[in-house]
């Protein structure tokens, strides 16, 4: 069996809106965007999954292996760690493009901080995931 990409962009997409970057780039783009998120997820995120993330057909947006629903929900929750970090960063050059006082008028005066406490509490929660799920098998030690 297989996983197809969409499967988890769809529980991706319980975990965070992003309506002004589904606003300006295509159905196409914004899948293609997607797996790039999904692809940075399980590549550093996503290390001890029992499946062989790298066993995939990008032509026909799947993984070639049948991902258990935890599995999935572990690559959407790094899906979503992958976009708070992109709208950090965004946030951080739009700081250091325009001046303290501009920046004060444009902006809520501690997003930078609320995103920095989110990012870092997904990963927590990721990080959880990814532990409870490492150890799903576990036995204990003979």
Not at 19 to 47: G, P, R
Request: net charge negative; proline share 1%.
């Amino acid at each position: 069996m297989a996983t197809p990409y969409s499967d988890i962009y769809t529980k991706s997409s319980i975990l965070f809106d992003d309506s002004n970057l589904l606003s300006i780039l295509t159905d196409e783009e914004y899948e293609e965007l997607l797996q790039i998120f999904l692809n940075k997820a399980k590549t550093l995120y996503f290390k001890s999954c029992t499946k062989d993330l790298t066993d995939v057909d990008n032509e026909e947006k799947q993984f070639n292996e049948d991902l258990s629903e935890e599995e999935q929900w572990i690559l959407a929750e790094g899906i979503k760690l992958v976009w708070l970090e992109k709208q950090l960063y965004k946030e951080k050059e739009l700081r250091n493009r325009i001046s303290t006082k501009d920046y004060s008028l444009h902006s809520p005066a501690n997003l930078i901080e609320k995103l920095t406490g989110l990012v870092n509490e997904t990963r927590k929660t990721l990080k959880s995931y990814v532990v409870d799920y490492t150890f799903n098998n576990f036995s204990g030690f003979n």
